[in-house]
């Protein structure tokens, strides 16, 4: 995820989710090609994140799983919504950084989960 990010934000101009960017010079010139592979490969890294986020959710609550997936569910839609409706007033750059810090946040709190659980017996 973060080398998609990070071509990303090599590909398109600071304001490109305010105004057109045709003509804006880019570090990499997005083509098609190139817009469609970071496409996939984000699609795959937050699929395999999705999964590993309900799997630790199903495993933490064993006895009440219904609550956990609700309140998985509801975060994920608070967020697309935010970013919905921020995302014509803030640069794309902030919405990157934003995206790299609960990502990377998000993969710490599983990775310390997976520990704790493993280490608990």
């Known amino acids: 995820m973060m080398v998609c990010v990070f071509i990303i934000f090599l590909m ?3 304001n490109s989710t305010m105004n ?3 003509f804006v ?3 990499i010139e997005p083509d098609s090609v190139l817009v469609l592979v970071v496409a996939a490969l984000l699609a795959m890294s937050d ?3 999705n999964i590993i986020a309900n799997s630790t959710i199903g495993v933490n609550f064993e006895g009440d799983s219904e609550v956990g997936f ?3 569910n509801a975060m994920m839609s608070f967020g697309t919504g935010t970013i919905f409706f921020i995302s014509s007033q803030v640069d794309l750059y902030w919405i990157i950084c934003m995206e790299v810090i609960f990502g990377t946040c998000a993969t710490l709190c599983i990775v310390l989960n ?3 659980t ?4």
């Open 25 to 27: 010079k880019t570090y």
């Open 70 to 72: 609700t309140m998985l």
């Open 114 to 116: 997976a520990f704790r």
């Open 118 to 121: 493993c280490y608990r017996d």
């Open 47 to 49: 699929a395999g994140f």
């Open 12 to 14: 398109f101009p600071k």
């Open 20 to 22: 057109s960017s045709h």
